[in-house]
């Protein structure tokens, strides 16, 4: 079965602070990866995908497969950053299993 | 150009009553996908539609939910005999696969509804 967990509902950081949103799944075979994010007041949105290895918004994913993680990282936080993140799976067929979200506050 | 949009944006129901969520997804999009989102919960895959092909109803919770989409675009969520429980968000999202970037799913801004 796929699943994902994100362990934090909450996580609270002080601008200028490093950030990591953990995520951890359960798959079988190869997954594919992501991360979208939904700010206040507007839509979900895809932020970044394991395949793509980019960074986006100063955030970067790496898979791991050893420990089944793909948390979301951030050097410094900015208060704009504040929304909330999903992280997805993809596994063997098209649909997508979502963790339950973190919401990220990043307090001035 | 204009992304996925929803209709209605809010919906109040009485509870044993049937509702229709619209979805029109982005012109051109093959693939749709409806999810439910609950207070507190992430988002829960409902079903997806690819293109012509059967479409995956794996995740819908009980006979009571349908969906169809008609000519390829436009998509309808039925919800007949609405229970309580069956208050939530319902997202719709569309993609294309593109070779150079992957998959993209758009999401709308979902259709919230509320059974009394």
């Known amino acids: 079965a796929q699943r994902v967990t994100q362990p934090e509902k909450l996580l609270s950081v002080f601008k200028g602070a490093p950030v990591e949103l953990k995520c951890n799944y359960s798959?079988?075979?190869?997954?594919?990866l992501f991360w979208y994010v939904q700010y206040s007041r507007q839509r979900l949105q895809l932020l970044l995908r394991h395949i793509s290895r980019e960074s986006i918004k100063g955030f970067t994913a790496d898979l791991n497969k050893g420990e089944t993680s793909f948390h979301l990282k951030k050097p410094f936080a900015q208060e704009e950053d504040s929304a909330m993140y999903y992280c997805?799976?993809?596994?063997?067929?098209?649909?997508?299993?979502f963790g339950p979200g973190t919401r990220l506050s990043v307090l001035p | 150009g204009a992304g996925v949009s929803q209709s209605p944006s809010n919906k109040v129901t009485e509870k044993g009553k049937d509702v229709e969520l619209r979805c029109d997804p982005i012109?051109?999009?093959?693939?749709l996908y409806w999810y439910r989102q609950s207070l507190g919960q992430g988002l829960e895959f409902l079903i997806y539609f690819q293109g012509n092909s059967a479409p995956d109803k794996s995740g819908l919770p009980s006979d009571r939910f349908s969906a169809e989409r008609t000519g390829g675009s436009v998509s309808t969520l039925t919800i007949q005999r609405t229970q309580q429980e069956d208050s939530a968000v319902y997202l719709c999202a569309s993609s294309s696969l593109n070779r150079g970037s992957g998959e993209t799913q758009y999401f709308g801004p979902g259709t919230r509804l509320l059974v009394l």
């Open positions: 997805a799976l993809r596994g063997g067929g098209q649909n997508f299993v």
């Open positions: 798959y079988s075979g190869s997954p594919e």
């Open positions: 012109s051109g999009h093959t693939a």
